[in-house]
């Protein structure tokens, strides 16, 4: 029998229509806007100023703090200004703006398709790389890659668990990364397997990817220590802890990371963008981007320079469709709604889902029937219907008491819900309150 998590999960309609969809290159745009804030911790501090000329791969921008990551410039070009611009999150963010100019490279990044086998650096060497390349969690979290490999005194990383589900409804980014660079991510994860000392890697797969875990499982014999394990699918098992429950069969704490049942967690993407880094000297400047949905022309895996204009996915793949009713960063469940299309794509931009006008708008909710679906669904074994009910009050001793900071944001409780009651919205708003107080008690 395949394995999963065993609490909680749903089974929303998988839609992969952009699965069979090789990755192309996106055409330079004229301008790129790159946020210095792309990542969880401290923004960046920006190094550059108007007029300066910069290449493809100059740090534009340093890490702002022991949680921060280095933000490089995409292309090369002339500085334009430095300016507070919306991001996909909805947020206005200082930015770099760059006036595209030829497609000139720094030195030392190696540009060749080449695949180089051997690691000849050792385990604080390839931390600083990773550091030095602005590496962050591709997955969707974004945070610093460097910071994960270092393990804290006391605990010790036994198993590189790789995550390679994309449980996300519509998202294939990952699956198409996993059969077109395979050897370049094997790889990634054996310089990952290096920098923390550990034997044993598995890289978990849902088995809506067939083709993915039989191409990897072909070529492991050649990378030893990596396991390729099928998983059942259900979502959310990209979440960490229930990865970490699905294939090692390990349950962390409440309020604990990873390590504290021996494992580190790292998305395929990253692993590619790692292997990236450590043999070819390349920083993190571009990534895999899905542009999907139902009415879509052309469902596509895009490779797009960080700071690219949502707008210039959305032709490549066929133009705005006229019955659009939301364009989401992201996939169906933890994406955020985009309120300007020219909002540019990040180090954490996994997607770009247009839903159709019909699919976009909101039902109005309904009184709570008690029906406890929410319950069952919740992969964290919370209460969702209960958590809603104390944000409405602003009951925040009884959230944190009912562990609140322990939800993963997933949505499983919103989609199952036949009244459907924005339980996550609600959740998040006491979310927001309970960490600042938790914050403003270690002051
Ligand atoms: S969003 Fe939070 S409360 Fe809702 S199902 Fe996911 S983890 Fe549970
Ligand atoms: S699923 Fe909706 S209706 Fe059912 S208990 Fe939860 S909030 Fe109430």
């Known amino acids: 029998m395949l394995k999963t998590f065993k609490i909680g999960g749903v089974h929303p309609e998988e839609n992969k229509f952009s699965a069979g969809a090789a990755i192309e290159k996106l055409p330079l745009p004229e301008t790129v806007s790159i946020p210095v804030a792309q990542h969880i911790g401290a923004p960046a501090k920006v190094l550059v100023k108007r007029k300066d000329e910069v290449k493809v791969g100059t740090v534009i921008a340093e890490s702002g703090g022991f949680v921060s990551a280095n933000i490089h410039s995409s292309v090369s070009g002339v500085v334009q200004k430095i300016d ?23 030195e030392q990044i190696d540009q060749s398709d080449e695949l180089k086998k051997d690691i000849n650096l050792n385990q604080k060497e390839i931390v600083d790389k990773i550091n030095a390349a602005g590496i962050v969690g591709l997955g969707g979290a974004t945070f610093p890659t460097h910071v994960k490999l270092m393990v804290p005194e006391g605990k010790k990383a036994e198993m590189l ?16 990364l996993m059969l077109e660079k395979k050897h370049e991510m094997m790889m990634g994860i054996r310089i990952l397997m290096t920098a923390l ?53 390990r349950e962390v704490p409440s309020g604990k990371l990873p390590i504290e049942v021996g494992a580190v967690v790292q998305n395929v993407g990253t692993a590619f963008a790692v292997y990236e880094a450590v043999q070819k000297n390349k920083p993190l400047i571009e990534r895999v981007v899905t542009v999907t949905g139902k009415s879509v022309k052309k469902p596509s895996n895009l490779m797009v320079r960080i700071g690219t204009p ?63 679906k929410c319950v069952t669904a919740c992969p964290m074994g919370l209460e969702p219907y209960q958590l809603m009910n104390y944000a409405t009050h602003e009951m925040w001793k009884e959230s944190e008491a009912d562990r609140i900071m322990d939800c993963i944001e997933c949505g499983s409780c919103s989609f199952t819900c036949p009244s459907y009651r924005p339980l996550l919205d609600y959740i998040r708003l006491g979310k927001s309150n309970v960490s600042q107080i938790i914050r403003s008690r270690k002051q």
């Open 84 to 106: 507070n611009v919306y991001d996909a999150s909805g947020y206005r963010r200082q930015a770099v703006i760059i006036k595209v100019e030829g497609d000139e490279w720094e």
């Open 310 to 372: 949502v707008e210039n996915l959305i032709e490549a793949a066929g133009g705005l469709p006229e019955d659009t009713g939301k364009v989401v960063s992201g996939g169906p469940m933890m994406g955020k709604a985009l309120n300007d299309l020219a909002a540019p794509v990040t180090k954490g931009t996994s997607g770009v889902l247009l839903f159709k006008d019909s699919e976009a708008h909101r039902i109005d909710y309904e009184a709570c029937i008690r029906c406890s």
């Open 197 to 249: 000392g550990v034997q044993k890697a598995a890289i978990g797969i849902e088995n809506n990817k067939p083709d993915a875990i039989e191409e990897l499982r072909k070529i492991s014999v050649e990378y030893p220590g990596i396991d390729i394990v099928p998983l059942k699918v259900k979502y959310p098992q990209g979440g960490e802890k229930q990865l970490i429950k699905a294939v090692m069969n």
């Open 161 to 176: 668990l790789i995550n390679g589900v994309e449980c996300e409804p519509y998202l294939t980014a990952d699956h198409r």
